[in-house]
């Protein structure tokens, strides 16, 4: 007649234990999101060395390797059109593409 009984029981104990345990995980939510962004953080911030973009101080690089150039510049301070002009351009030859990316030269892009 003990024996009987056995089942409901163990039934009830985990009906207990997964109260308890989605208790629990309702109780913490907000500690465990919390940490959840903090590593988020964490990681963002070491993979930009720990300094947060801005638009206008931002040092944006770019890697030039046409006309045998292989050379590092200021992408943003690169005039677009004389890139474009000077290195894209079927007519366009070495001494005026090295010019216009000389004048794109930034010795922090060179750090990279």
Do not use: H
């Not at 024996?3 to 109780?27: C, D, G, H, R």
């Amino acid at each position: 007649m003990f024996l009987k009984n056995k089942k409901a029981q163990s039934t009830l104990e985990y009906i207990l234990v997964l109260t308890f345990i989605i208790t629990a995980f309702m109780v913490f939510q907000k500690y465990m999101l919390r940490s959840i962004a903090g590593r988020w953080k964490t990681t963002g911030d070491s993979m930009g060395y720990e300094r947060q973009y801005d638009p206008n101080k931002t040092l944006e690089c770019a890697f030039f390797y046409n006309f045998d150039i292989n050379q590092w510049y200021d992408y943003k301070q690169c005039d677009q059109t004389c890139l474009e002009s000077a290195c894209l351009l079927s007519s366009a030859t070495r001494a005026t593409c090295q010019a216009c990316i000389d004048s794109c030269a930034n010795p922090l892009c060179e750090d990279n």
